[in-house]
Structure formats: C-alpha cells, structure tokens
C-alpha cells in the first residue's frame, strides 16, 4: 500500500483496466477485492474503489507520459491562449497540445 500517494493518472487507468478483467472473469467481488488489492499494492479499500469504477465505467484508456515544455511566447498570444482554454472548457496543455500535432500532421502529411 503507498503511504498516502495519489495514483498517478496511466497508474489509475491501468487499475481500473485490471479490475474490469477481473470482473469479466466473474470473481466474487470480496474474491476481486483481495486480488486487485495484492497485485497492485493497494488497501482492500481503494481496490473496491477500482472495481467499483470499473464496474461503472468499464476499460479506460491508458494516458500517455507526459513531460514539462517550457517555451518563451509573447504575452499577447498566451493570453490568446488561455482565453482559447477557457472558452472552451479545457486546459492550456491540452489545447496546446491539440494545436501542436494538428500542425505537426499538416507539416508531416498526416504522418504522427
């Protein structure tokens, strides 16, 4: 069990992945409890935390790791930026990450 450490985001995803084989294979959910919990060093509590959401929302996809980008920008395009992340309901990262490979691709022809 971590002492206290929140599950990083590909760690989450590849818990409730492992909880929904264990549902799909029909285990009695104490049985699947013990199971998750031992494998992935979890506490009996967060495992059934991990069926449950599995059991909700079935297989999730696994996010990709992520690194710190640090870019120089003027000021008026990251506030055009920022303003773009609000409006829309996302965040920075992911707005700029989606502005990064569109381009990419139209550089690339299409090639990730």
Known sequence: MSPGFRARA??????????????????ELPV???????RHQLSERQARRYLERAR??????????????TVKLATEVVGRVRKQARRSG?????????????FLERLDGGAP
């Open 10 to 27: 590909d760690q989450a995803a590849q818990r409730v992945n492992a909880a929904t084989k264990l549902l799909a294979r029909g285990l």
């Open 32 to 38: 699947a409890v013990r199971r998750l919990a031992q």
């Open 56 to 69: 909700v929302d079935g297989p999730v996809e696994v996010p990709k790791a992520k690194v710190a980008f």
């Open 90 to 102: 996302r965040t920075v990262s992911a707005l700029v990450t989606q502005a990064l490979v569109e």
